[in-house]
């Protein structure tokens, strides 16, 4: 694989310049070799769809993007406009813009939906305020006094990502959103995605629905074995029977 020591966004370059950029990273659960040189550039504005088999490793790369402790990041670069994100913590890298919206969604037991969102907005810098996440989620808004615990699975999905949003965000990566939802909730939750589109956040989405997700997304990436095998547009993935068939089983 070849590495490049290019590094983006440094003073005096093109505009070319990717806004995320990450090279060839290499990630462990202790002896576990899972991220095995991932590479890739993320324009601003972008919708990358990640896809991929079960046990890919595409969760281990979304982790390590944020700087989870988890897999560890032994080698390799990523860059958000210019920072050196490899040389942070999780929480340094949250501060950063970049916000993880995990599978697991993360909701604080014996808080509210507001107080959940309000303790997102503890640190600085903050990202929308309380109201305008009402306003893009009527139905946290409608719910901002009941315990964020007890909200349905889709509703619990909602305040994941409003959660993020209420953090300053560039980048947003979300791992399995549609995951266990009722299909008319997918639906629902893909117009907050696609909303999030419209405002041109970077967004790097994980799902195993590969066709909601590609039909969201400008670009695509396959990762198989920790390694990407594809990158390229939706439509050619779509008209590419073999990578279908072979990874993402559509
Ligand atoms: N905490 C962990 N400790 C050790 N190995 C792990 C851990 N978490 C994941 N792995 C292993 O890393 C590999 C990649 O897992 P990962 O969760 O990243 O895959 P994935 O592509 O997200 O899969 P899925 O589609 O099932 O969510 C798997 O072999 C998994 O068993
Ligand atoms: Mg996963």
Do not use: C
């Amino acid at each position: 694989m070849t590495t490049t020591l290019t590094r983006p966004h440094l003073s005096g370059e093109s505009q070319a310049t990717p806004f995320f950029s990450v090279r060839d990273i290499h990630s462990y659960y202790g002896e576990s070799y899972i991220v095995q040189g991932v590479s890739f550039d993320v324009n601003e504005g972008d919708v990358v769809a990640l896809l991929g088999r079960n046990g890919a490793g595409k969760s281990s790369t979304l982790r390590t993007l944020a700087r989870a402790a988890e897999p560890e990041l032994k080698s390799g670069e990523i860059w958000l406009r210019g920072e050196a994100i490899h040389k942070l913590k999780d929480f340094q890298a949250a501060q950063k813009g970049i916000q993880l919206v995990q599978e697991d969604r993360r909701i604080i037991p014996g808080l509210t939906v507001e107080e959940n969102l309000q303790l997102a907005q503890i640190a600085e810098p903050k990202g929308w305020p309380l109201e305008q996440i009402y306003q893009h989620f009527p139905r946290l808004a409608e719910r901002r006094k009941q315990e964020g615990i007890t909200l349905s699975g889709g509703e619990q999905q909602m305040l994941a990502v409003a959660r993020a949003l209420a953090r300053d965000i560039k980048l947003l990566l979300l791992d399995e959103p549609y995951e266990g939802l009722a299909p008319v909730i997918v639906r629902e939750i893909e117009g907050i995605v696609r909303e999030i589109k419209a405002l041109g956040i970077t967004t790097i989405i994980v799902e195993q629905n590969a066709v909601a997700a590609l039909q969201l997304a400008n670009r695509a990436l396959i990762l198989d074995m920790g390694q990407i095998v594809y990158s390229g547009s939706p439509d050619e993935l779509l008209a590419n029977e073999d990578l279908r068939n072979q990874y993402l089983a559509i």
